[in-house]
């Protein structure tokens, strides 16, 4: 009877393993024939494509930055360090040489966990042939039943992809494609963004803490989370040495390494040039667009391309601290002046213009909410991210409070190019763009204030005025233009006074500067703007001398570089190549040097570098000397707007031109003080300090060693002449100084 019963349970018991045997059979079969998807056939498995990250190089071909939808840059096996492997192998795949993409042995220990325990994070079983079916094709939700398939649906596409690949192309193509911290894809990618080098140069140790982060990328993120991650690392240090990859010298060392991070950063948001990448990344979408055809498609995120532009990866970085460095102090004695009364906290009709203008308050309005429940909704405190002088800072703040908060602030643009060819070298539209987006070197044009006076008086010498023609810097009243009367800065006599051309160019002098513009004719002067590369409209008004006109950096780089360049201005351009994925050339891009044509003469250029050089000896810029020690052969001019809503400077190096600009992004903010708004206190120092640093790395000995060449017997004869000269006496006896002179502006015809 007993005997009957347990036969009985037996065959039962068989049945029912019978049964479940043959349910999982079907379960398979359905997977395998498509039931749950599609699952990639062998024609898909030999032909797969990676999306690859185009990559920014500079002129010395080192990486600055990349477009991309995943951070993935593929590399050959051979530069894949063995340390690597080995450190994968230890902790993910010991047996990985000798399974055929299924670790039989752990079958039955994931199908019990995953399948009957529904345990999501049951680690260990899917060997790394497994792990890259994952990575290559998406999983799908198919709800409770999710596990069983998508783990079925890799054990199969895991033994096409070892049918197809040998072991070494499957940890290249593993390497190549799995999700590390960051975003990154691939160890190529890791290794530049956490180490900032190639794969081939990583240590054991960074292999380790790399490989580390695969178990949980947020979890083992080495930048977030540095001690988490070091634990993690000498677990796979552990495994690397209790499998026999490591001896016990090399994992006793390893283990004690400190975790030292590199970060390159190639986040469009942040990293290096962040806003030359987002310039160079609407016109290369565009060359995309402009150049795919149906056999060849570019895609700037996915096709990896090779940019090579003009940019010099190191001035970048030293330009770009130079901007941070002096903003830092210039913003907090920017808040000091103006105190408590600060416009973007007392101006309620600022505040409302600014408030009126953002998203939040324009999508509340086309609801047809009252204006009192906006502004009450926007009252309302919430958590936000903060920019400020030390880093970001969270706070709990309300709408207003964060519009309040970012109209104090300075922004700055610089461009430096090369005066002989126009490639650009060092590319800073602001101060951070994460957190303001406008691009002072691409969108902006701002007045430029007497950073155009060079352009008048390279007019008036080139149409007959004499460096040594003396005009007087008394004050006039100009009737036929609405009484409208220029006036200096400063405290110096200036009723008697004349100053020679040189001389007035070099203390910028406002006075003379419109008498020379009356002598050269407005006409003639925006004609030699035009030739000197500038495309902006131009006012044809008197106080175009002053430089009302509104010009981009752009502009004023490639006009400055015409006094170094052979009179020719430079048009500014920052691409040189690009390449396919394989490296192949598709396009290369010259610059129009060949092209342009003398603005003005030979004499003239050269007249206009010694006046230059004097600004920066012994005029408005001389700061540049006294206080920074500058000493490199160069000459500048400095630019400050009415209301000191603009500070200038143009640094000109003979084989470096640089534009600066410092303002704040809304106009009806200005600087409280001239004595804090000038020229050369708000933007010269920028120059001057990423002129230091140059001047401390010898890679640009060539630059800032350069010198000007002598000026010609005739041209030094022509300037040798007195600063000033003062009135006659029978003209002082005369003239009553206390009376403004009245006068017409005298409008040259061609």
Sequence with gaps: ??????????????????????????????????????????????????????????????????????????????????????????????????????????????????????????????????????????????????????????????????????????????????????????????????????????????????????????????????????????????????????????????????????????????????????????????????????????????????????????????????????????????????????????????????????????????????????????????????????????????????????????????LAIDPYTGAVKSWVGGVNFQHFKYDHVKKSKRQVGSTFKPIVYTTALDNGVQPCDYFSAREVEYENMEGWSPSNSGDIEEKYLNYSLKTALSKSINTVSVKVLEEAGIDNTIKMAEKMGITSTLPKVPSLALGTAEISLAELTGAYAAFVNSSKPASPHYLLKIENDKGELIETFESKKDTIQPAFSESTRQIMIEMLQSVVNNGTATRIRSTYGIKNDMGGKTGTTQSNKDAWFVSVMPKLITATWVGNDDHRIGFKTTRTGQGANAALPIAAKLIQKMNKDTVFNKLTEAQFKQPSASVIKMLDCEPTKRDGFFKRLFTNPDKKKKTNFKTKKD
Excluded at 137 to 160: D, Q, S
Excluded at 272 to 278: D, S, V
Excluded at 326 to 353: C, D, M, R, T, V
């Design 1 to 414: 009877m007993q005997k009957t019963t347990l036969k009985k349970y037996g065959k039962l018991l068989l049945k029912i393993a019978g049964g479940c045997l043959g349910i999982l059979f079907l379960f398979i079969l359905s997977v395998y024939f498509g039931v749950w998807g599609s699952i990639p056939g062998k024609k898909e498995i030999q032909s797969l494509s990676q999306y690859k990250a185009s990559e920014i190089y500079d002129v010395n071909n080192e990486l600055i930055g990349k477009f991309y939808l995943s951070n993935r840059q593929p590399i050959p096996f051979s530069q894949i360090p063995q340390h690597a492997i080995d450190a994968l192998l230890a902790t993910e795949d010991v047996r990985f040489y000798d399974h055929n993409g299924i670790d039989t042995r752990s079958l039955v220990r994931v199908f019990f966990k995953t399948i009957l325990l529904q345990d999501a994070s049951s680690g260990g079983g899917s060997t790394i042939t497994q792990q890259l079916a994952k990575n290559l094709f998406k999983r799908k939700n198919y709800g409770f039943l999710t596990i069983p398939v998508v783990k079925t649906k890799e054990m199969i596409v895991a033994r096409r992809l070892e049918n197809n690949y040998d072991k070494k192309e499957i940890l290249e193509l593993y390497f190549n494609t799995v999700p590390f911290s960051g975003n990154t894809y691939g160890i190529q990618s890791a290794a530049l963004k956490f180490f900032n080098k190639n794969a081939s140069d990583l240590s054991p140790s960074e292999a380790a803490t790399l490989i580390g982060t695969l178990k949980a990328t947020y979890t083992y993120d080495p930048n977030k989370f540095p001690d988490r991650s070091r634990k993690r690392r000498n677990v796979v240090l552990y495994q690397m040495h209790k499998y026999g990859f490591l001896n016990d010298t090399n994992y006793n060392t390893y283990k004690t390494d400190s975790l030292t991070l590199n970060f390159g950063n190639f986040d469009e948001q942040k990293g290096l040039a962040a806003y030359f990448r987002e310039e160079l990344r609407t016109k290369m979408a565009a060359w995309c667009k402009e150049n795919s055809t149906k056999e060849t498609p570019y895609n700037l995120y996915t096709s990896g391309l090779k940019i090579y532009t003009t940019i010099d990866k190191k001035m970048q970085q030293y330009a770009e601290e130079a901007v941070e460095e002096h903003l830092k102090n210039l913003q907090k004695n920017f808040e000091n002046e103006y105190g408590n009364n600060a416009p973007w906290l007392k101006n309620k009709a600022l505040i409302s213009s600014v408030v009126k203008r953002t998203t939040a308050y324009k999508k509340l309005k086309a609801t047809g909410v009252s204006e009192k429940a906006i502004l009450d909704s926007l009252s309302k405190k919430k958590k936000m991210q903060w920019y400020t002088l030390d880093g970001d800072k969270e706070v709990s703040a309300r709408t207003i409070d964060s519009i309040q908060h970012y109209l104090k602030f300075l922004n700055a643009g610089l």
